[in-house]
C-alpha cells in the first residue's frame, strides 16, 4: 500500500471520514475546528491515505485536526489535536507516515510543538506507540476517565444496569410529574432560542454552587449553529409544570453520542430530575439508533459515583503527549502555557471582583494532584478521613461539594485543604474546612505556610461570595499548633461540628502486650466472646453490597436506639466505595453461627486507623452474654495493625468527667476499657469574610436561639 500525507481542504470529504474512522471524536470535525477561529485558533486538517487511481478516488486511512495558536512576538506555535489523531492509527505503517506528516507540516508552519490527546484508551495498541522516549507526557485537557454505556443493549438490560437507588429516583421523578424535552438540529430558531437560554441559565446556576466555570450563552448557540444543520447536537430538558429543572447537552459523531454539558435547579435536584433526564437521553439515543454513549468525564469522586449509578463501563484515556519538534520553540511554549495569558482562551465570566487574588503556591487541586495529596495525608500526624481525596464524593452527596487546594514549595505539596461548600442565601455560602488543613505544624515555615493557606482562602471563598470559612482542625487543645490559629487572627468559636473529644489507642505489634493494656473486664469480654463461638471476619471487597447493607442495618438500629440522626444507605456506600476500592477501608463482623451480631467500619490512613462506624444487636433479657461488640473491636485494631497503623482512633468519647447522664457515657465507658490516651482536639475558628453579613448571621442566630429557649 502507498501512502501520502496531504492537508485535506474538502469539508464534506473530511466529515465523512471522521464519522466512519476508529477512535472517531466529535472535536475532529471540520465545524469544531471553524468554531475555533474566533478564540484565535487556525485549524488545519493533516489527512492520511492511499493515493488511489483514476477509478478509486483518494481514501483517508487517518488523520488529525490540529488547532495552531500562536506565541505573540515570538511567532512560534502550538497544534493541539483534541481527541485526536483518528482513523487506522494501530496500524504501524499509516502512524509512521502521520507521524512524519505531523512533523512536515509543523516544520511548514513554525509549530514548536505537536500536542495530541487521541480518544485511545490504555489497554489500545496505540497506547504502547505514545510511551516511546519522543513522546512527552504532557497535561490533559480533555476528560481521561469516562463511562461508556452499550446501547446496543436491550432496555431491560440498560434499566437492571442502573443502582438500584438510581431506578428508585428515575421512577420518584415520573411520579411526581415530571416530563422530558428534547430538542435536535431540526428544531426552529424561534423554539431552540429560548431553549439554550434556559440551559445556559441552569447551567450557570450549578457552576455558581458546584464551583466550576460555564462560558457565555453565545458559546453555545454558536456551536448549535455550528453543529445543527448536520443534526449533531440534541438538547434535554426535565420539566415540571412548565419550569425547566434539568439539563442535558449532547453532541453526536456517527453513532457516538457525548454527553457535554448539564446541570440542574436546586428544586430539580431535590425532585430528582437529574437522575429522569439522564436516563431519558440514555433511552433517546438508544431509540435514535446510536451505538455508544459517552458520559463525558469523571472530575470529582462525587460526579463519578452518580455516573457510576447509570452502568456503563469505565474507560480510561492515555491522555496527552507533546511532539518536540523545535526544542528552542517548544520552551517557548511552555512558558507561555504556565502563564495561561496568551495560549488559553478565559474561560471565566464572573465579574472581576470575583476573581481570586493569586497567592504565592496556593492553587485549587486537580485530579493530578490525587495521588500527592493521598501522600500527604497519610504522613502527617493531621491527617484525617474527613480530608481523604475520595471523602469528595460523600461531601457531595450531602449537598455540601467539596473545593480542594494546595500550598505547594518547589512543585512539592506541603499543604493541602478541603472545605466544604454549602449555598446559603441570596446566592452567598458557608465553608467548612473538617479536620483541616492538613500541613506538618511541627515544621520551622509552619505558621508562615498556615498564614498563606488562610490567605488563599479568603480569596477563594470571597471570589464564591462566601460569608465564612469555618476551620476544625486535627490539633490538640493547648497544642503549639492550635496556638498557630489564635496568632493569625481567626476568631475562636465554642462549638465544633466533628467530635470534639476521642481516646487515641497505640496498637503495639503483640497482640498479647496490647491486650494486656486493656481493662480487665475488657480482657474477661473479649476471651468470654470466644468462649461463647463468636467469630469474626474481615470484609474487604468494595462490591460487597450485602456486608454494607449488614452494617447499615445494625448501625440504624444502635442510632435509633439512642435517637440519632439515621445515616443513608447511600452515604454509606459512597464511603465503602471511594476508601475500600483504593485499600483503606474494611468492615469488621461478629458473628454467633449464622447471626450477625455486631459490625464495625475500618479506615486507615497511613499510620493511623479509625473506628469510623458501629452497630451490634441488643441482647434479649436473660440471654446469655456472648459480647460481640468486644470480639469485633479487638478484631478491628488488630486487622488496623496489619494494614500498618500505629494509632487507633475510636472517634469520638463524653468529655473525661461526663455523668452518667451524658449520651454518650455508655459507649465511652465501652471504649474506655480498650484503654489509650484521652484527647481533646482544639476546636473551630471562623475566618471571616464578609464581617457585616457575618454579624448578621449571628445576630439571626442568637434571635432564633432566644425565641426557641
Known sequence: MRLRTWLEDDAGRWDAFVEAAPYRSFSQLWEWGELRREGGWTPLRIAVGDPGTKDEPLAILAGAQLMVRRVPVFGTALAYAPRGPIGAIDDDAVWAELVAGLRRVALAERVATI??????????????????????PAPANQPIKTRIVDLARSEDELRSDLRKKHRQYVAKAERAGIT????????????????????HRILSGTGERAGFNTRPLSYYREVWRA??????????????DGDRLATLFHITCGDHAAELYGGDTPEGTGAHANYLVKWAAILGFKEEGFSTYDLWGEPTSGIAHFKEGFGGEPMELVGARDLVVNRAGDLIVRAALTARDQLTPRRSHQPQPNAMTAIEGFREATETDAAAWQALLERLPSGDVLHDWEWAAVAELDGTPARRFVLEESGELVTIVSAQVRRTALGRSFWYVPRGPVLDYDHPDAQPRLQRVIDGLRSAAKAD????????????????????????????????????????????????????????????????AEREGVTTSVIDDANDDQALADLHSLVTETLDRASYRLPTLERYRAIWRGLASSGRARIIQARHGENLEATGLLVVEGTRSIYLYAGSIREAKGETKRFPSYAAQWQMMRTASEMGSKTHDLWGVAPEDASPEHPWYGYSLFKKGFDGRFVSWAGSWDLVVEPILYRVRDFMAAATRLIHR
Do not use: M
Not at 115 to 126: C, G, N
Not at 181 to 192: K, L, M, N, S, V
Not at 496 to 507: G, S, Y
Open 115 to 136: 500536542r495530541i490527546e487521541p480518544e485511545a484508551t490504555t489497554s489500545s495498541p496505540i497506547a504502547e506507540q505514545l510511551n516511546s522516549r519522543f513522546w512527552r
Open 180 to 199: 422530558v424535552e428534547r430538542f435536535d438540529g431540526a428544531t426552529e430558531p424561534d423554539t431552540i432560542g429560548p431553549a439554550l437560554a434556559d440551559f
Open 227 to 240: 453543529l445543527g444543520p448536520a443534526n449533531r447536537v440534541r438538547l434535554y430538558f426535565a420539566t415540571r
Open 465 to 528: 461570595r462566601a460569608i465564612a470559612v469555618r476551620i476544625e482542625p486535627r490539633v490538640e487543645r493547648d497544642s503549639p499548633a492550635a496556638a498557630l490559629f489564635d496568632q493569625i487572627g481567626l476568631k475562636r468559636i465554642n462549638a465544633t461540628l466533628q467530635t470534639p473529644d476521642t481516646r487515641l489507642v497505640d496498637l503495639l505489634p503483640d497482640d498479647e502486650a496490647l491486650l494486656a493494656t486493656f481493662d480487665k473486664d475488657t480482657r474477661y469480654a473479649i476471651r468470654r
